[in-house]
């Protein structure tokens, strides 16, 4: 899989829009942009995933780069239950059978 | 609909025991398999997939082993604990076929704290 980059950590309050910027400059064109969050003590759970256009579903949007180097995953109004490691995963077209490669991710820390 | 089962949730073990942690999944059929090992204070990393019974593939060299009996079922071993195995283990799986979406879907996990 290719490779990511993302900020360590970043800090936002509750109710507020979070914006979680991930950047894949050596992204290639059949490769999918996966988010997965882990809370504390919990496995990992998918979030959302794009190719191309911009994505929404109940949990979060995905705003994708018109060059595809680079994604924002964004959470509409931030709850203290979002407080989490968010990854950016690449996956190439279909998946695979292997599994995934987690960075170190963000970890979002949500203030009341 | 799907669920993934893990035991034990956690587990403390001495250095040099055996280890045995098992995966169901329930609802569906032919899933890929997956065994991920989350060290303190360190990223995910995969350890184990399976594509199908009897089917295993190792991406980490170490003293640790996984076998799939059932088709639903995923097991991790070890015949003698090291102090670096102690973390948390996460079992995952992945619908197979066309048209079907490729999420991973992780289990609860086991805490392990090898002494």
């Known amino acids: 899989d290719a490779k990511t980059t993302q900020p360590n950590s970043m800090e936002s309050n509750e109710e507020e829009p979070v914006h979680l910027p991930c950047n894949h400059s050596t992204i290639s064109g059949t490769d999918y942009i996966h988010w997965y969050r882990q809370l504390p003590s919990q496995g990992p759970e998918y979030v959302i995933h794009?190719?191309?256009s911009n994505v929404n579903n109940r949990m979060a949007s995905l705003a994708i780069a018109e060059d595809r180097k680079s994604s924002t995953l964004i959470l509409h109004r931030a709850t203290l239950r979002d407080a989490a490691v968010y990854y950016c995963i690449l996956r190439t077209s279909g998946g695979g059978a292997d599994g995934l490669t987690f960075g170190k991710g963000t970890h979002l820390i949500i203030q009341p | 609909s799907q669920t993934i089962h893990q035991w034990p949730a956690t587990l403390v073990q001495p250095v040099g025991s055996p280890l045995s942690l098992e995966c169901t999944v329930e609802?569906?059929?032919?899933?890929?398999l997956y065994w991920y090992r989350q060290a303190a204070g360190r990223g995910l990393q995969l350890l184990f997939y399976?594509?199908?019974?009897?089917?295993i593939s190792s991406e980490v060299p170490q003293n640790l082993s996984a076998s799939r009996p059932q088709d639903r079922q995923f097991i991790l071993s070890s015949k003698k604990l090291l102090l670096s195995d102690s973390g948390f283990y996460l079992c995952?799986?992945?619908?197979?076929?066309?048209?079907?979406?490729?999420?991973?879907?992780f289990g609860p996990g086991t805490r392990l704290t090898v002494t």
């Open positions: 794009g190719l191309t």
């Open positions: 609802g569906t059929s032919n899933p890929n």
């Open positions: 399976s594509v199908g019974i009897g089917q």
């Open positions: 995952a799986w992945r619908e197979t076929g066309t048209g079907v979406s490729y999420e991973q879907y």
